[in-house]
C-alpha cells in the first residue's frame, strides 16, 4: 500500500515537473534559458545518487560496463529534453534540432522504398532522440508517427504535445481499440503512400508477442509492424543513429520485405526476432543511446524480477 501511494506520488511530480518545463520553455524567449535548463539537469543527474546507482546497475546486470557510459547516457537523454524544449519555445524549424542530425548516403535505401509506392514503415528502437526523428525526416520525406494510447491521460496528453510541437502528423487507435483497429489505423496511413515511424521495442506480455532476447534477458515484442507490412506491402527499413560527439548520424538498414501469402504469424515472428538481433547488436555497440535503461519495465527485465 505504501509503495502505491509513493508511485503515485512520484508519478505527480514527474508529470508536474515535465508540464511546467513545457510550459517554461514554451514563454522562454531566449535559447539561452533552456540551454541554462540543460545545465542544471546535468547538475542534477550529477547528484543523484540513487538513479546513477539504478542505471549503474542496470547497465552492470545487462553486461555492459557503466563508468563513463553513464555519464554518456545522461548527456544524450538531457539533450533530447534540451532538444524538445528548444522545439517547444521556438517550434521545430527554428528551434536548431535540424542541424543536429546528418544523413549519410543509406539515405538513398529509404528514398528507393518510399518510391515503391506502397508506404514505408520505419522502425527503430527508443534511441535518444526518437521524438525528434519524425519531424527530421519530414523534410525530406512525409512521416506520420503513431502514438500508442497511454492508460495514463497525464503521460498522453504530454506525448501529443510534443508530437504537434514536431509539427508532426499523428496517428493513433481510438480509445478502448482492439489489436485489429489498432492495426487497422497503421494500415491506413501506408495506404496513403506515407511513410509510418514506429518504436517497437516495447515488452508485451507472452501473450501479446514473440520471444525475443536482449542483453541474454528474455522478453516479448510486438508482430504488428510485419503484419502491417505484408498486410499493405509496405517495407520496414530499420534505421539507427548515433551520437559521432558533433551530431547524431542516421543509417538506414536494407528494406525487409516478406511475402503476402500463408504463414503470416510466423514470418512476422520471424522477422521481429531477427529485428530484434539487430536491436541488441546495435545497443551494445551503442549502449548510451538508449533512452529505456531506466524504463521500470526494462528495469524488471534486466533484473529478473
Known amino acids: 500500500m505504501a509503495n502505491d501511494i509513493l508511485r503515485q506520488v512520484r508519478k505527480t511530480l514527474t508529470f508536474g515537473l515535465l508540464r511546467l518545463g513545457m510550459e517554461a520553455s514554451q514563454k522562454a524567449k531566449n535559447p539561452a534559458v533552456v540551454e541554462a535548463l540543460r545545465r542544471a539537469l546535468k547538475e542534477i543527474t550529477r ?9 549503474a546497475r542496470n547497465m552492470e546486470l545487462a553486461g555492459v560496463s557503466a563508468g563513463k557510459l553513464a555519464d554518456a547516457y545522461f548527456e544524450r537523454a538531457i539533450d533530447q529534453m534540451a ?14 534540432c535540424l542541424e543536429k542530425f546528418k544523413f549519410d548516403d543509406s539515405f538513398s535505401v529509404l528514398e528507393r522504398a518510399f518510391a515503391s509506392g506502397r508506404g514505408v514503415i520505419s522502425i527503430s528502437p527508443h534511441i535518444c532522440g526518437y521524438p525528434l526523428y519524425p519531424p527530421v525526416v519530414s523534410t525530406r520525406i512525409p512521416c506520420s508517427i503513431y502514438l500508442r494510447r497511454n492508460k495514463d491521460p497525464r503521460k498522453m496528453r504530454i506525448t501529443e504535445a ?26 491506413d496511413v501506408l495506404r496513403e503512400g506515407r511513410m509510418l515511424f514506429i518504436t ?4 508485451r506480455k507472452p501473450n501479446e ?9 528474455t522478453t516479448y515484442f510486438p508482430t504488428g509492424v510485419f503484419v ?17 560527439g558533433n551530431a547524431y548520424r542516421i543509417l538506414y538498414s536494407e528494406p525487409i520485405e516478406l511475402p503476402r501469402r500463408g504463414g503470416v504469424k510466423q514470418r512476422a515472428e520471424a522477422a521481429t526476432c531477427r529485428w530484434a538481433e539487430d536491436v541488441d547488436r546495435f545497443l551494445r555497440q551503442h549502449p548510451e543511446m538508449w533512452w529505456n535503461w531506466l524504463d521500470k519495465r526494462w528495469t524488471r527485465i534486466i533484473r529478473g524480477t
Do not use: N
Open 47 to 55: 547528484i543523484a545518487v540513487p538513479l546513477r546507482k539504478r542505471l
Open 83 to 96: 532538444m524538445l524544449a528548444h522545439v517547444f519555445r521556438a517550434g521545430f524549424r527554428r528551434s536548431g
Open 162 to 187: 510534443i508530437g504537434i510541437a514536431g509539427e508532426g502528423h499523428l496517428v493513433y487507435p481510438p480509445a478502448g481499440a482492439t489489436r485489429a483497429q489498432r492495426l487497422q489505423v497503421a494500415v
Open 200 to 203: 517497437p521495442d516495447t515488452p
Open 209 to 217: 508477442g514473440v520471444e525475443v532476447h536482449l542483453f541474454g534477458r
Open 228 to 244: 502491417m507490412s505484408m498486410r499493405t506491402g509496405a517495407p520496414v527499413v530499420p534505421v539507427w543513429w548515433h551520437w559521432d
